[in-house]
T-cell receptor
Framework: LAKTTQPISMDSYEGQEVNITCSHN???????ITWYQQFPSQGPRFIIQ???TKVTNEVASLFIPADRKSSTLSLPRVSLSDTAVYYC????????????FGSGTRLLVRP | NAGVTQTPKFRVLKTGQSMTLLCAQD?????MYWYRQDPGMGLRLIHY???????AKGEVPDGYNVSRLKKQNFLLGLESAAPSQTSVYFC????????????FGPGTRLTVL
């Protein structure tokens, strides 16, 4: 299963766009990419998921280049409430189910 | 809809004691999971279930047992707790096993002395 690498932490200011990049060099053909958000003392919450190119929903966009060895979560115009840990996951589509959570990226949004 | 609930929220055990963590979901999901999260780390899968009466091992299953007697409930048991099992435990559920959103509970903070 593909291991993911993310920056340990990032700082931003309210109103800015934040891009968090995840590296997954060994992603397999049928693997998909998912991002979760976790606030302190809460369970993770699904943000977005994609397989290739670009996916957009009401809270974020996910950019995946053609080689799929990395992906970028884009949060438009962040607010203080976006301060959280963000996890990039690569999910296997083979018969042995596994989802691997890395250490995540701690995003701090400042006023 | 309560979503995914976990009982208890906090628990302190002594080494060697046993306990059961209860997870319940009201979304009629087939798949349920138990994870543990240690400080500064991501979640690690302990066991999961693809339906009532079925369970399977995840990444870190040793020292834990699970049961899925009813579709809506997934129990995690510690037969003889060890300090290494001090962690926050999260339960999750999803409609499908792969490529689908998992819904997480609020977690159970367990301390083993």
């Amino acid at each position: 299963l593909a291991k993911t690498t993310q920056p340990i932490s990032m700082d931003s200011y309210e109103g800015q766009e934040v891009n968090i990049t995840c590296s997954h060099n060994n992603i397999a053909t049928n693997d998909y990419i998912t991002w979760y958000q976790q606030f302190p003392s809460q369970g993770p919450r699904f943000i977005i998921q994609g397989y290739k190119t670009k996916v957009t929903n009401e809270v974020a966009s996910l950019f995946i280049p053609a080689d799929r060895k990395s992906s970028t979560l884009s949060l438009p115009r962040v607010s203080l409430s976006d301060t959280a840990v963000y996890y990039c996951l690569v999910g296997s589509m083979d018969s042995s189910y596994k989802l691997i959570f890395g250490s995540g990226t701690r995003l701090l949004v400042r006023p | 809809n309560a979503g995914v609930t976990q009982t208890p929220k906090f628990r302190v055990l002594k080494t060697g004691q046993s306990m059961t963590l209860l997870c319940a979901q009201d979304m009629n999901h087939e798949y349920m999971y138990w994870y543990r999260q240690d400080p500064g780390m991501g979640l690690r899968l302990i066991h999961y279930s693809v339906g009532e009466g079925t369970t399977a091992k995840g990444e870190v299953p040793d020292g834990y047992n699970v049961s899925r007697l009813k579709k809506q409930n997934f129990l995690l048991g510690l037969e003889s707790a060890a300090p290494s099992q001090t962690s926050v435990y999260f339960c999750a559920s999803s409609l499908a096993l792969k490529g689908n959103e998992q819904f997480f509970g609020p977690g159970t903070r367990l301390t083993v002395l």
